[in-house]
Structures are given as C-alpha cells and as structure tokens.
C-alpha cells in the first residue's frame, strides 16, 4: 500500500476508532489514537456505557469485519466469543409471531462488548500508538480551511501534548467533537435527521451453561403494538448470558432487582423464565437509554475542512437494538481504506458520500420500525402505513415459512437492503394464503 502521510490522528478507542485506525495503518507511517479510558481490564469503559448491554457481530457485521480484518471471527471464536446460528439458533419474536427456525447458514458471534474491543485492540498492538487516559483538546487550524493535528490533554486536566497530523479523524461518538470546532471555525454544522424513539433498556449479566436451551443461544422477543417493550437473553463468552429488558415511550425498565425480575417475568417464555430464576446473578442491573436516533448529513456540507474526517456514531446512531453499530464500523474503516488509496485531497467529501449511501437502507428500516409502536417516532413517515400492514403480515407469513423468515433476517441486519423485502418471490409468500404458506415450509 502507498504511503500517503507521515502521521493519522484518531480521537476514540471504540469500534469505530480501532477500525479507523487499523486502516489509517496502510496509509501513514505512523498512527496514535487518543482514548481517555483505560481499558486495561475486562469492565465495560465509561465511555462506552451502552458496554454493559448485549453486543453481536450480526450477519453483514461478519462479513465486513472479515474483509477488513481476516480471521477475525475465527480468533473471536477461539478466544471464547460463542458462534450461534442466526436463524438456527436464535429464538426470535416480532410482533407476536415466532419466527420459522431453519438452518439458513446466517452465522453471528454473541460476545461482551469488552471481549469484542479487545480482539481488534490486539491486532492493533505495535502497528498504533495508544494514548490512553487522553482526550483531545482543541484542533491545530492555523487557517479555518485545514487542520494540521489536534491538542490532546490529560484526562481530568494537567499535562497537555500537540500531535501534528496529516489526517485527524474524529470517533469520540455520540458527542462528536468536530461539531464544536467547525462552528468555532466558522463552518455551519450538519442538517440532522431525527427520529425520537425514547428507548431504555436494563441488563443484569447470568451465569449458565451455553446449552441451558439446548441448541438455542439466543431469545429475542420483540416489542408488539399493544405492548412496546421487549427482551433479549443471548450468550455470552466464558458461561455468562445478558439478560435485557426493553421499552418505548412511557415503559421504564428499572435497576432495581425485583422489578426488574418482575419485568422479566412478564415477558420471558417460560422456559426462559425458569432458567433466569435458577441462574446466579453476577452483576447488578444497569440502565441505559436513548432518547433518539439521528443521521448528520455531513454528505450535504458544501464546505469541510481538510485534514478532518468524522466517522462512527458521530456520523449516524441507529437504535442499538437492530446491533448495526459494530457494522457501519466496520463499513465506514472499508470505506476510508478505499477513499485514500485516492489521496487526501477532497477526501471528507468522497468519504461522507459513501458512508451516507451505506448507512441510508438502515436508517430507512429502523425508523419505520420504530415509527409503528404506540407514542413513538413519527407515524407519519413517508409509506410508514403501507410498510407496517407489509410487515405485519410478513412476519405473520414467517412463523410457518422458513425462507420469508431468512429474508426478514436478511434485511433487518441489513444483509441486504429493504426493497429485498419486495421481490416477487417475497411478495407471492406474504400474500399467499396460509393453507399455501403451511405447504411450503
């Protein structure tokens, strides 16, 4: 690979910023990221609090990652990360309808987040400075038209550093940081697209035996219109499972114990919930929520300056249930690989083209989902009428027919885009009779 800079900057030790750095790697002589958690040991970081909570790589997320950073499942799996059947495996409900098991050779990994981090953190070792217990302080712009590098500083104040760069790429995610220096700048921030879905979510972390279930690793019961809340009970490495209760709107899933058990109790079939209550607790009952997804359209910018790049959950946060955070990862690194083997020059905006056209299909499927449950979103989304009766009986159609429920799957982990959803020979199984349904499957 040509080398086109001396020095690459990049702020946030997440997924997105191991990535970013990995790539960055082929590309420039040298690489420092800048973290201000350490995370040293196996805990979720302060800065990832969505850590503690269920963490996949799903589908696509496998593939991607694979092309980006080959054996990494293999690794992921050898270090103790639990490979689980997607559709084989995965005991799934929406809106009331379990979905038609089959061994579709859709392939996931469930592992904790810490365990997912630290695998690409390995590959990482000796290729890129860490900087760990930094955060970044303000850009180096000796004209508003290009950043040259980035002042970092100790976390908590003190010592301060200047890291000259050819390249600072920005994956502090939600809060992004570019955001408050374009406007210091003087650049007008992004156009944001929102959807507010007011979703919280409790996890407690269960030891068990992988094959509590027998062959099922995971449980997924999904929110209803009457009821817009919902659980996951999914595997974990070293014989551990996460225990999720979810909710939209008014529904709060609670810290404390016994509610949450109660909460549990109200979903879970009730294999599970006999497994939950003869399982030994290791962790206390952590809440997490998010009050909206959003989509910056960097993309729409007529003017960025050169030298800064903003990628992750900076870019776009889609709800975190749907599990394509670690993918858009994943795409985004491939992405900016593709975009320098062009050169520096315009960069920002052959980079934010793409990823706004990757990232579009999901954020189309999410908000539209999430529009259909009672006092959440905006129900009057563009088709969100017609594309909830679609849904409805396409996965009504899914319970008795294994192939519709492997194309649902497909598109809702973003495998493939959601007018698959819209194939004649998806159409001809939603709407065929169910007499006709049950001989198929």
């Not at 963490?55 to 992921?76: F, I, S, T």
């Not at 084989?88 to 392939?107: I, M, N």
């Not at 050169?306 to 992750?312: A, D, K, N, P």
Request: net charge positive; aromatic share 8%; charged share 25%.
């Amino acid at each position: 690979m040509t080398v086109i800079g001396s020095h690459a900057a990049v702020l946030g030790g997440g997924m997105s910023g191991l990535m970013a750095a990995h790539v960055l790697t082929r590309h420039f002589e040298r690489v420092t990221l800048v973290e201000r958690d350490d995370p040293g040991d196996a805990a979720p970081r302060r800065g990832v609090p969505q850590g503690r909570h269920p963490h996949a790589l799903v589908l696509r997320a496998v593939d991607l990652l694979e092309e980006l950073l080959p054996g990494m499942r293999e690794q992921y799996v050898r270090d103790g990360g639990i490979p689980v059947g997607m559709m084989s495996q995965h005991r799934l409900f929406y809106f009331g309808h379990q979905l038609r098991q089959s061994d579709a050779g859709l392939d996931t990994v469930w592992a904790s987040r810490p365990f997912l981090e630290q695998g690409v953190r390995e590959r990482l070792r000796g290729r890129v400075t860490m900087r760990q217990g930094w955060e970044a302080v303000r850009p180096l712009a000796p004209t508003p038209e290009r950043i040259t590098g980035v002042v970092i500083g100790r976390t908590g104040g003190g010592e301060s550093e200047t890291l000259t760069a050819d390249l600072v790429v920005d994956a502090t995610s939600r809060t992004g940081r570019s955001r408050a220096w374009l406007s210091e700048l003087g650049y007008p921030l992004p156009r944001e697209e929102r959807v507010r879905v007011d979703l919280a979510y409790a996890t407690r972390i269960l030891r068990c035996a992988p094959d509590v279930f027998g062959h099922d690793r995971a449980i997924a019961v999904g929110p209803r219109l009457d009821r817009a809340r919902g659980l996951y009970f999914t595997v974990l490495e070293e014989g551990r499972w996460t225990l999720t209760v979810y909710g939209y709107g008014d529904f709060r899933p609670s810290p404390d114990t016994d509610t949450f058990m109660a909460q549990v109790a109200e979903l879970a079939p009730d294999d599970v919930r006999a497994v939950v209550e003869a399982a030994e607790p290791l962790t206390d009952v952590h809440v997490f929520r998010v009050p909206e997804t959003y989509r910056r359209r960097y993309d729409k910018l007529r003017r960025f300056p050169e030298g800064l790049l903003v990628t992750g959950d900076a870019l776009a946060a889609l709800n975190p249930l749907y599990g394509t955070g670690m993918m858009y990862s994943a795409a985004y690194a491939l992405i900016l690989d593709r975009r320098l083997r062009e050169g520096l020059d315009g960069l920002s905006r052959r980079f934010f083209k793409d990823a706004a056209r990757a990232v579009a299909g999901s954020w189309r499927f999410s908000s539209l989902s999430d529009s259909f449950l009672p006092g959440v979103g905006d129900s009057r989304l563009p088709g969100s009428r017609l594309a909830l009766w679609y849904l409805r009986r396409l996965v009504a159609a899914a319970e008795h027919d294994a192939a519709l429920a492997a194309d649902f799957i497909r598109v809702a982990s973003a495998l493939r885009g959601p007018l698959a959803l819209a194939r004649p020979g998806v159409l001809l199984g939603v709407l065929r009779p169910r007499t006709a349904r049950s001989r198929r499957s």
